[in-house]
């Protein structure tokens, strides 16, 4: 009997060091297979604008290797976690301007929708302006991680693009003008959690990028809209 104890507390304390040595990386890839996408049937989507510098007025421009990437919150994960689906361009216009287009197909994974029902679908996806294509589409973006690790120079802040089918709600009320399809909407109050309470169609003169010097702006004004 004494040699079953001692087996069973080499075995505890063996699975104790196991878990005491674990790491975890910044991103995690969860690849998305064609069992998990749906095709929604809606028009694919195009969100253009300008990248706004609030902090050095675009005289540093942009680094060759900046990029976008379009993050889909996922509501049923208690990490609060956002999964890269989708990318977009950046082009110059002038010496130190540039403008985005970002493409949004007409599929979308499963798991970012609120609930199980496609015909009342809804889900928030933020966009972010990288220093550098360190964030892949299937990876997941942590919110409460420090976002340096990602290199994210802006967003569009409290501005989310939705996705609707049906006539599903969002921070407990119908979608102004029942819209199908992605539009843009600004979130007017969230609370400490950053999640949202209010929200309105956006202005397309507002749909811009701004650029933070160091990301903490993007993340105190991203709030989450399906939490």
């Given at each position: 009997?004494?040699?079953?104890?001692?087996?069973?507390?080499?075995?505890?304390?063996?699975?104790?060091?196991?878990?005491?040595?674990?790491?975890?990386?910044?991103?995690?890839?969860?690849?998305?297979?064609?069992?998990?996408?749906?095709?929604?049937?809606?028009?694919v989507g195009h969100i253009q604008g300008r990248i706004h510098d609030d902090h050095?007025?675009?005289?540093?421009?942009?680094?060759?290797?900046?990029?976008?990437?379009?993050?889909?919150?996922?509501?049923?994960?208690?990490?609060?976690?956002?999964?890269?689906?989708?990318?977009?361009?950046?082009?110059?216009?002038?010496?130190?301007?540039?403008?985005?287009?970002?493409?949004?197909?007409?599929?979308?994974?499963?798991?970012?929708?609120?609930?199980?029902?496609?015909?009342?679908?809804?889900?928030?996806?933020?966009?972010?302006?990288?220093?550098?294509?360190?964030?892949?589409?299937?990876?997941?973006?942590?919110?409460?991680?420090?976002?340096?690790?990602?290199?994210?120079?802006?967003?569009?802040?409290?501005?989310?693009?939705?996705?609707?089918?049906?006539?599903?709600?969002?921070?407990?009320?119908?979608?102004?003008?029942?819209?199908m399809g992605f539009n843009s909407f600004v979130a007017t109050r969230w609370d400490?959690?950053?999640?949202?309470?209010?929200f309105f169609p956006a202005d397309p003169s507002r749909v811009e990028i701004e650029?933070?010097?160091?990301?903490?702006?993007?993340?105190?004004?991203?709030?989450?809209?399906?939490?």
């Open positions: 009997m004494n040699r079953f104890y001692l087996l069973l507390f080499l075995l505890l304390a063996a699975a104790l060091g196991s878990c005491a040595d674990a790491s975890f990386t910044p991103v995690d890839t969860l690849p998305v297979v064609n069992s998990d996408l749906w095709f929604t049937s809606e028009p050095n007025g675009g005289k540093n421009g942009l680094p060759a290797t900046a990029t976008i990437v379009v993050a889909w919150e996922m509501p049923n994960d208690p990490g609060r976690l956002l999964y890269a689906y989708g990318s977009g361009t950046i082009t110059k216009y002038g010496q130190y301007s540039f403008n985005y287009d970002i493409t949004l197909r007409d599929t979308l994974p499963i798991f970012i929708l609120k609930n199980k029902d496609t015909s009342n679908a809804v889900a928030a996806c933020h966009i972010f302006l990288l220093a550098d294509a360190n964030i892949h589409e299937g990876d997941t973006i942590r919110q409460s991680d420090d976002w340096n690790t990602y290199k994210i120079m802006g967003s569009l802040n409290e501005i989310s693009v939705i996705f609707s089918k049906g006539s599903p709600t969002l921070a407990g009320r119908k979608i102004p003008g029942n819209p400490l959690n950053r999640s949202v309470t209010d650029v933070d010097d160091d990301g903490h702006d993007c993340k105190q004004k991203t709030p989450l809209w399906l939490q």
